[in-house]
């Protein structure tokens, strides 16, 4: 089984940053692929950046600019920098993690949800 658990969200000014964690725990090999998604109230899921194993990164359109994703393969933690801070970043981040464990037979790859963490931005 593996865990995922976000932290560092909270109640910002608008202009603020945060930088979110997300840890994951276990019994897995390792974690590849790692992505940031929000869901702002009323509005769908979206996809905030990703990163690769080996660092490689991509973001959203949304995020061009003040958001870093960044990962601690050591640690198997994953962070999310966002810096000037809008109300429209108003919402529940959620890290998703890409992990390989071994069934006992076989190697397996699944994607691992956290509950998210609540970012309010005040205007």
């Known amino acids: 089984q593996v865990q995922v658990v976000e932290s560092g969200g909270g109640l910002v000014q608008a202009g603020g940053s945060l930088r979110l964690s997300c840890k994951a725990s276990g019994n897995f090999f390792s974690v590849a692929d790692v992505a940031w998604y929000r869901r702002a109230p009323g509005k769908e899921r979206e996809l905030i950046a990703s990163?690769?194993?080996?660092?490689?990164?991509n973001y959203g359109d949304s995020a061009k600019g003040r958001f870093t994703i960044s990962r601690d393969n050591t640690k198997n933690t994953f962070y999310l920098q966002i810096n000037s801070l809008k109300p429209e970043d108003t919402a529940v981040y959620y890290c998703?993690?890409?992990?390989?464990?071994?069934?006992?037979?076989?190697?397996?790859?699944?994607?691992?949800w956290g509950q998210g963490t609540q970012v309010t931005v005040s205007s």
């Open positions: 998703a993690a890409d992990a390989q464990t071994w069934s006992g037979s076989r190697w397996l790859r699944g994607t691992y």
């Open positions: 990163i690769t194993s080996d660092g490689n990164t």
